[in-house]
């Protein structure tokens, strides 16, 4: 029994086959191939052939071309030409399928389309890009815009950015909501800061709204690129449209602050989110006791941990490791006690950071004969682990133990290291340097 396709199917096909057809035709080559050549240690090829052909031949034996009548799959072949640096190949490789009645894909034309930019030809790359949107059937998904203008972004090309952004606006109007986005992450991520606002401006013009994505992205990328004062007022542009700022977005704001010292604006900061969110676990807890922590501020300190406690919420290794790093700076060597208590209590296993904190306390006041005392009530021949929140160190820095541990086992080629071993060899290092003896 043959089933036959709908007409206007079989009509639909034939017009995007002719259409691709034109489109090789007209897109210009990107080198010569009068010079390539094959290479002679292959011993499944004929040297004689062009390398293209000899490329088709092989994929053909080994079924990695998908083909449905002559509509041909290889855009996995071309992403593998493109990541070994090879445009001029992929091109003469899709002429090559149309000389053999072979109509490659929109999936195979849009690889070789991203082949192209991501390898700086960026005339062939348009060509592709302008006559796809001329192919009616043709609706570029999200991913592939937006591979398509990183790779310009990366080269720094961003007024053809813009002008890819104009072609959507042109052909595929439709897609402006998801496309505007896009480019607005492109330019963030790259530090155009005022090629950002403008499209964000634009986008506003036209009457689209701005997702919460969209704008936790726009404040994330003046945290990084932009002054205080311009994450400031995009921050509060932000919070007018009714959205809540994400972790990312949180923790870029915070950077941004602790990076310039500003603790009193970062804890400000958060008390303006919302100490009470429990989608961010402890998050802003931790930071606001940072902050005070960094400035050691210990009574104010004291008072927000019991404030955290009273809220409802737990204290983790990263909550006890902000409060273990000021004590072991002020040498307050009975809270630093009383909080490795605690730790125990609510069974949270100490990391790195916490010996640290432990070992440089002692060592600072030349208390090193004690340390057996301390250490006798925690498990100090486990594997060394670093689990606390990075951006506590943005703040107070590591201490010199940790630090010392860090280079020492990224050099040495131990397999397995204790925290005794490590404080065994860092107590013989001090020693050296200070010709003090400890009994460890």
């Excluded at 972790?247 to 989110?273: H, N, Q």
């Amino acid at each position: 029994m043959v089933t036959c396709r709908p007409f206007h199917s079989c009509r639909l096909e034939f017009r995007t086959k002719m259409e691709t057809q034109s489109l090789l035709r007209r897109t210009p080559l990107a080198f010569s191939i009068t010079s390539l050549k094959s290479n002679p240690s292959s011993p499944n090829f004929n040297n004689n052939q062009p390398l293209s052909r000899k490329i088709i031949w092989r994929w053909k034996r080994e079924g990695r071309i998908l083909r449905r009548d002559n509509l041909v799959d290889c855009a996995s072949l071309v992403q593998t030409l493109a990541r070994k640096r090879m445009p001029h190949i992929a091109h003469q490789l899709l002429l090559e399928l149309n000389s053999q009645g072979l109509i490659p894909n929109t999936a195979t034309l849009s690889a070789l389309m991203l082949c192209y930019a991501d390898n700086g030809l960026f005339t062939q790359a348009e060509a592709i890009w302008e006559e796809m949107l001329n192919i009616s059937s043709f609706m570029p998904a999200i991913p592939l815009v937006s591979k398509f203008l990183d790779a310009y972004g990366n080269m720094g090309q961003f007024h053809r950015v813009q002008k890819i952004l104009d072609h959507v606006i042109l052909h595929r109007f439709n897609l402006l909501p998801r496309v505007y986005p896009v480019a607005i992450s492109c330019f963030g991520k790259h530090g155009q800061l005022d090629l950002m606002e403008n499209t964000l401006k634009e986008m506003v013009s036209k009457g689209l709204s701005i997702d919460s994505a969209t704008g936790n992205a726009f404040v994330r990328y003046y945290s990084i690129f932009g002054s205080l004062t311009e994450m400031e007022s995009a921050y509060a542009r932000f919070k007018r449209s009714r959205h809540l700022i994400d972790e990312e977005g949180i923790r870029a704001m915070s950077f941004a602050y602790i990076k310039e010292g500003k603790f009193y604006k970062l804890g400000e900061f958060l008390t303006d989110v919302g100490l009470g969110r429990t989608d961010l676990g402890n998050l802003l807890w931790n930071l606001l006791l940072l902050s005070y922590a960094a400035n050691f501020k210990m009574k104010t300190m004291q008072r927000q941990f019991l404030k955290m406690l009273n809220s409802g919420f737990f204290p983790d290794l990263t909550t006890f490791n902000i409060r273990a790093l000021a004590f072991s700076r002020m040498s307050m060597f009975w809270d630093l006690h009383l909080s490795l208590e605690h730790m125990k209590h609510e069974s949270i296993v100490p990391d790195l950071a916490t010996y640290g904190c432990v070992v440089d306390a002692y060592l600072d006041r030349r208390l090193g004969r004690n340390l057996d005392f301390i250490l006798s009530n925690m498990n100090a021949d486990e594997s060394p682990i670093i689990l606390t929140d990075p951006l506590v160190f943005e703040a107070l820095g590591k201490g010199d133990f940790q630090s010392s541990s860090e280079a020492f086992m990224e050099l040495k080629s131990q397999k397995k290291w204790t925290y005794r071993q490590l404080i065994a060899v860092y107590l013989k290092k001090q020693f050296r340097r200070n010709q003090i003896f400890w009994n460890y």
